[in-house]
């Protein structure tokens, strides 16, 4: 109820920013989606990266208020218990050309929990929860603000958005992008998700 009300301030923000709120654009989408109730999301960072729990926990807010209209999710706060959690974070040293970090999606078959997408490809059914991989040998070269952009990108793809070539949006490679937060496009391809 709370996120409600704090929502139509922001929108109300938003509103006068964009001229245009008729027709939303809407980006790409993996054209399946995360199982787990949408409004009773949780995070849980595995003991491999506690040092980025700042960087996360700035950009999963910013996904729950981006400050671009409602949308479902909540509370998407950290959990320490990992049966609550939609998504895992872990961090290592993994190479990967350059790559800064992966999101992973599992369904659960009989009890077991089976990857949809492996070497980080496009997810090929709905997933229950998802995993989050920073690359530490790139990641950690990288500032506050693009660490933040690149988890809140990466909350992207377990949400269901894909890559798109948009300056202007969270889902734009780093190379392509020029934001690091969440922006109108994302939200609203969000909310035509959920
Ligand atoms: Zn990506």
Request: proline fraction near 3%; hydrophobic fraction near 40%; include cysteine.
């Amino acid at each position: 109820m709370k996120k409600y009300f704090l929502s139509l301030f922001i929108f109300g923000i938003c509103y006068l920013t964009f001229a245009n709120p008729v027709s939303a654009a809407i980006g790409p989408k993996f054209g399946y989606k995360m199982t787990w109730n949408i409004e009773n999301v949780y995070y849980y960072i595995d003991q491999s990266a506690p040092g980025y729990s700042g960087t996360i926990a700035a950009a999963a807010k910013n996904w729950v208020y981006t400050g671009c209209g409602y949308n479902k999710l909540y509370p998407n706060t950290s959990t320490t218990n990992k049966t609550n959690s939609a998504i895992d974070i872990f961090a290592a040293s993994e190479g990967r050309n350059g790559m800064l970090a992966g999101t992973l999606m599992f369904k659960r078959v009989n009890g077991n929990a089976t990857l949809l997408n492996p070497n980080y490809s496009a997810p090929t059914d709905n997933w229950l929860f998802a995993e989050i991989h920073i690359n530490n040998d790139v990641f950690q070269n990288y500032s506050f603000e693009v660490r933040q952009g690149t988890m809140a990108h990466e909350f992207g793809h377990a949400f269901g958005l894909a890559h798109n070539q948009i300056a202007n949006s969270i889902m734009g490679q780093v190379d392509v992008r020029k934001v690091q937060t969440v922006q109108q496009i994302d939200n609203d391809t969000f909310n035509s998700i959920y």
